[in-house]
């Protein structure tokens, strides 16, 4: 079933794809669906400024800071399963013991991940996914996409993502609302980080999309090459 949606969605986007090649006067090539993808990034704007950004506002106002780290760090022992598996599958044998050693340390020193006690042993926190392990595998990033709610991403992440979630470490959680609750937070506690960000990005760019859509792709490069991206390489 989940091998199904993601081919639904990657008829979807293809045919969309068709759709805006047909177009003229494409200003850049790696966004050929700009014009639905500027509509999706005004809806995602709206969203993060009435609802998402509010609520990781009270968060901050009423959660001291490190009651904020132990949420982030309790949470964030839970994504180092599956960058651990990434790991694995992209051949990073190292790194991937490496996260099985913070999970093992952060769950039993570091009192349920709460406290990020390997960290301070020298064990590194990486930042890997599915669609960083797509790419390594030879898969390219294709046509730039703005996801509803999920925000930007490469058409090669976005199918990637439906692989994400379905394989979340909280879909362990038997009850519903407790594994519910823990995804919310996820989500508030990664905004609460990112507050004070869109001040530089308004001081940064006439054209907020465009910028991020820039960034995005140029820190997903960084990512897939783990910091050391060929000269002058960029995402086709």
């Avoid at 996409?145 to 990637?160: I, K, Q, Y």
């Avoid at 006439?206 to 783990?226: E, G, P, Q």
């Avoid at 060929?230 to 995402?235: K, N, S």
Wanted: glycine share 10%; aromatic share 12%; proline share 5%.
């Amino acid at each position: 079933m989940m091998l199904r949606r993601c081919l639904s969605v990657l008829v979807l986007l293809v045919g969309l794809n068709g759709v805006a090649m047909a177009q003229e006067g494409l200003r850049d090539p790696r966004d050929p669906w700009e014009k639905f993808n500027r509509g999706v990034y005004a809806f995602n704007d709206a969203a993060d400024t009435y609802v998402l950004k509010p609520v990781a506002e009270t968060y901050v106002a009423v959660t001291p800071l490190p009651a904020r780290t132990w949420v982030a760090n309790f949470l964030g022992n839970f994504g180092d399963t599956w960058i651990a598996f990434n790991n694995l599958l992209q051949g990073k044998f190292g790194d991937a013991a490496s996260d099985v050693g913070r999970i093992l340390v952060n769950s039993t020193v570091g009192i349920l991940g709460t406290f990020d006690v390997a960290s301070e042993m020298g064990l590194e926190k990486h930042d890997e996914d599915f669609g960083q392990t797509l790419a390594v595998w030879g898969v390219g990033g294709g046509p730039f996409v703005e996801v509803p709610l999920f925000g930007p991403r490469t058409l090669r992440d976005g199918a990637a993502l439906f692989v994400d979630k379905y394989v979340d470490p909280f879909r362990i959680i038997d009850r519903v609302a407790v594994r519910n609750t823990m995804a919310g937070m996820q989500i508030v506690s990664d905004r609460s980080f990112l507050l004070g960000a869109e001040t530089v990005l308004d001081n940064a760019a006439l054209d907020k999309y465009a910028y991020r859509r820039d960034f995005y792709l140029k820190r997903r490069t960084y990512l897939i090459y783990d910091g050391n991206p060929p000269r002058d390489d960029e995402e086709e």
